[in-house]
């Protein structure tokens, strides 16, 4: 069955960096576009990034654009949330998510990344 | 990029109720909508996709239509369980923004 488990989540100052994980299993993870979506507490979904199954092509919103990269390796089954410069409004759940006619039908548990000094 | 809205922003209902949630679109988006039910608590459910498509399990007093600009979800008849949060998406291009959520609780 499929399993997306996030990690590297944290508590980072404002301005610092932080890299997500997202180990991806049972599917073939090399052959889907992968997601990541925020949730800020108390607040709804907020979509952030996608990749292409082969990275190729990369989505930001505008919101993350030029300080977030999102990046895979399909040989690890893993895709990453690299994150620099970050503000306390980026404080939130950050869930991958698999696509299933490519609306999000499979999301991992989350991870909690606290942007606050 | 395409703005998406929903109505109402929360709404309470009695059991057996049926219940409608409107999604607006800023530009068509064709049928490239979905559906996502998030409980307190839990990870974000995918409940139709394909404006219409029911999700493989989905219980079948939910229902959804519409294309191009306007979209609604309708449960049929109001359960305790269906105490969520209901978010419509656009998957037709970047960015798939989310709709702000409409809240539903029982009366």
């Known amino acids: 069955q499929v399993q997306l488990v996030e990690s590297g989540g944290g508590v980072v100052q404002p301005g610092g960096s932080l890299r997500l994980s997202c180990a991806a299993s049972?599917?073939?993870?090399?052959?889907?576009?992968m997601h990541w979506v925020r949730q800020a507490p108390g607040k709804g979904l907020e979509w952030v990034a996608f990749?292409?199954?082969?990275?190729?092509?990369?989505y930001y919103a505008d919101s993350v654009k030029g300080r977030f990269t999102i990046s895979r390796d399909n040989s690890k089954n893993t895709l990453y949330l690299q994150m620099n410069s970050l503000r306390a409004e980026d404080t939130a759940v950050y869930y991958c998510?698999?696509?299933?006619?490519?609306?999000?039908?499979?999301w991992g548990q989350g991870t909690l990344v606290t942007v606050s000094s | 990029d395409i703005q998406m809205t929903q109505s109402p922003s929360s709404l309470s209902a009695s059991v057996g109720d049926r219940v409608t949630i409107t999604c607006r679109a800023s530009?068509?988006?064709?049928?490239?909508l979905a559906w996502y039910q998030q409980k307190p608590g839990k990870v974000p459910k995918l409940l139709i996709y394909?404006?219409?498509t029911l999700q493989s399990g989905v219980p079948s007093r939910f229902s959804g239509s519409g294309s191009g600009t306007d979209f609604t979800l309708t449960i049929s008849s109001l359960q305790p369980e269906d105490v969520a949060t209901y978010y419509c998406?656009?998957?037709?291009?970047?960015?798939?923004?989310f709709g702000p959520g409409t809240k539903v609780d029982i009366k």
């Open positions: 530009q068509g988006i064709s049928n490239y």
């Open positions: 394909a404006a219409s």
């Open positions: 049972g599917f073939t993870f090399s052959s889907y576009g």
């Open positions: 990749i292409r199954y082969d990275g190729s092509n990369k």
């Open positions: 998406q656009k998957y037709n291009s970047a960015p798939f923004t």
């Open positions: 998510a698999k696509p299933w006619s490519s609306s999000l039908r499979y």
